[in-house]
């Protein structure tokens, strides 16, 4: 019988003890603030994230705030593969309070995904990858590739934009990450709502955005 590729071999099988088990800690997102805390806590800093809701309820705005909060941690590509950098994309940088300035937030149009891994394997390369969206790039994420990213990848957190049809991510893929995903966002009429191995809860967008561009608590300030 042929070997399956993906198994690993007998040599580097390693089983843990359970004090070995308690020691092997994964790195954190050190930082977040604001409703972001209040809904993910401290999150590893790897893996799969989703955002996904119906068209036009806000989750290319809620996927953008997400990634102007998360440069302030660490260094974040925001692929843009269905709207590309359109006039229209722009503005909704605008809406998510992303300054021309902002220096740790890059972005692209389309990029296949042998593209994303040169620029991952970089020196510099970014820690946290937003692909909107899945849709758009249906043709190469089939077979199971935003599982064999995290694999190569294990220290990048991939963060994944989906439409959503009969209240499911759209497609069968999304649906597949959002079974994989720690942290997922369904974002309805400007709301997210956040559940997953995360600390969960919901919050209203427009009030995010007051929070990155005043650095308030509004929460803590409107009680």
């Not at 409703?35 to 989750?59: F, M, R």
């Not at 593969?81 to 605008?94: I, T, V």
């Not at 220096?103 to 937003?130: G, W």
Request: glycine share 6%; hydrophobic share 45%; with cysteine.
């Amino acid at each position: 019988m042929e070997e399956h590729k993906d198994e690993m071999p007998e040599a580097k099988i390693r089983l843990l003890n359970p004090r070995n088990a308690y020691e092997k800690k994964s790195e954190k997102l050190i930082g977040l603030t604001g409703n972001l805390a209040d809904v993910l806590g401290t999150p590893d800093a790897s893996g799969i994230w989703l955002v996904y809701g119906k068209e036009k309820h806000g989750k290319t705005l809620c996927s953008l705030m997400l990634a102007n909060a998360l440069s302030d941690i660490k260094k974040v590509l925001y692929v843009s593969a269905e709207e590309g950098l359109s006039q229209h994309f722009q503005d909704s940088m605008k809406r998510a309070g992303i300054e021309a300035t902002q220096k740790n937030l890059f972005f692209s149009e389309y990029l296949t995904i042998k593209s994303l891994k040169v620029i991952l394997r970089r020196h510099t390369a970014p820690k946290i990858v937003v692909l909107d969206n899945v849709t758009a790039m249906l043709a190469e994420l089939r077979r199971g590739m935003a599982e064999k990213l995290c694999k190569e990848f294990p220290n990048v957190l991939f963060i994944y934009v989906a439409h959503m049809v009969k209240n499911e991510p759209y497609t069968a893929i999304a649906k597949n990450i959002k079974i994989w995903a720690k942290a997922i966002f369904l974002v309805e009429g400007l709301k997210a709502l956040v559940s997953g191995r995360v600390k969960g809860g919901e919050f209203n967008l427009i009030e995010m955005k007051a929070q990155l561009y005043h650095g308030l608590d509004l929460k803590s300030n409107n009680a």
